[in-house]
C-alpha cells in the first residue's frame, strides 16, 4: 500500500512564526499535493508539484510555499503564520496520471494563536 | 458556480435503508471521478471509481451521466458503519496538469 507520511499530527504555532509542514511518500509517485480543508469549504488546493523542484500553484497559494527538493518529499512553508491559516492541511501523492485517485497522508491539524 | 457541487446533508438514515448521494460537476471535459469516504478527524480515503457505464461494488453502486454532468453514489443495506462524509471528486486537466476537484461533501449518518 502506498504510504503518505505527515510529519506531525497536531501543531500549535503563534501568529507570525515560519511554520514547515513535511510529507513523504514511499511509492515513487511522481505527483504530491498540499490542501487544506475547513468546514463548509471542502478540501482546497494550495500547491502541487509534477516532478522534483517544480512546482504549480493552486486556488489558494498566498500566504505559503512550497519545496520539492526530493522526488519523495514535499514541503509546505507557512512564511508568516496567521490566525486564518488555522486549518486542516493534508498531504496527497498519484502517479503521473492521476487517473487512479490520490493517496492522502493523516493530516496536520495547526492552530495558530 | 463551484466546479463540483454536493448537497452537504446531513442525510439521517436508519440501519438497512438505501441512500442516494448526489452531485454535479461544471467542466464537461472531466474524464475521471471518483467517491471518497471521509470519516471525522480523518483524510480522505477513496471508495471507489465511477466508470461510464455504472459501476458496483458490494453494496455501493457509482453511476455517471456526462450529458447531464451528474454522478450518484448509492448505498444499499446501511451499517452504521457507513457513517462519514462521502466527497464527490472529479478531474481537471486544464492547465495542462491534471489534478483532483473536490465536492464538499455531503454526510451520512446511519442510526440503529
Known amino acids: 500500500d502506498v504510504k503518505v507520511t505527515q510529519s506531525s499530527r497536531y501543531l500549535v504555532k503563534r501568529t507570525g512564526e515560519k511554520v514547515f509542514l513535511e510529507c513523504v511518500q514511499d511509492m515513487d509517485h511522481e505527483n504530491m499535493f498540499w490542501y487544506r480543508q475547513d468546514p463548509g469549504l471542502g478540501l482546497r488546493l494550495i500547491y502541487f508539484?509534477?516532478?522534483?523542484?517544480?512546482?504549480e500553484k493552486g486556488d489558494i497559494p498566498e500566504g505559503y510555499s512550497v519545496s520539492r527538493e526530493k522526488k519523495e518529499r514535499f514541503s509546505l512553508i507557512l512564511e508568516s503564520a496567521s490566525t486564518n491559516q488555522t486549518s486542516m492541511y493534508l498531504c496527497?501523492?498519484?502517479?503521473?496520471?492521476?487517473?487512479?485517485?490520490?493517496?492522502f497522508g493523516s493530516g496536520t491539524r495547526l492552530t495558530v494563536v | 458556480r463551484k466546479e463540483v457541487e454536493q448537497d452537504p446533508g446531513p442525510f439521517n438514515v436508519p440501519e438497512g435503508a438505501t441512500v442516494a448521494f448526489n452531485c454535479t460537476y461544471s467542466n464537461s471535459a472531466s474524464q475521471s471521478f471518483f467517491w471518497y469516504r471521509q470519516d471525522c478527524r480523518k483524510e480522505p480515503k477513496l471508495l471507489m471509481s465511477?466508470?461510464?457505464s455504472g459501476n458496483e461494488d458490494g453494496r455501493f453502486t457509482a453511476q455517471l451521466n456526462r450529458a447531464s454532468q451528474y454522478i450518484s453514489l448509492l448505498i444499499r443495506d446501511s451499517k452504521l458503519s457507513d457513517s462519514a462524509t462521502y466527497l464527490c471528486?472529479?478531474?481537471?486537466?486544464?492547465?495542462?496538469?491534471?489534478?483532483?476537484?473536490f465536492g464538499a461533501g455531503t454526510r451520512l449518518a446511519v442510526h440503529p
Open positions: 496527497a501523492s498519484s502517479p503521473w496520471t492521476g487517473y487512479y485517485g490520490y493517496t
Open positions: 508539484s509534477y516532478d522534483v523542484k517544480m512546482k
Open positions: 471528486v472529479v478531474n481537471d486537466d486544464s492547465g495542462g496538469y491534471n489534478k483532483l476537484i
Open positions: 465511477v466508470y461510464s
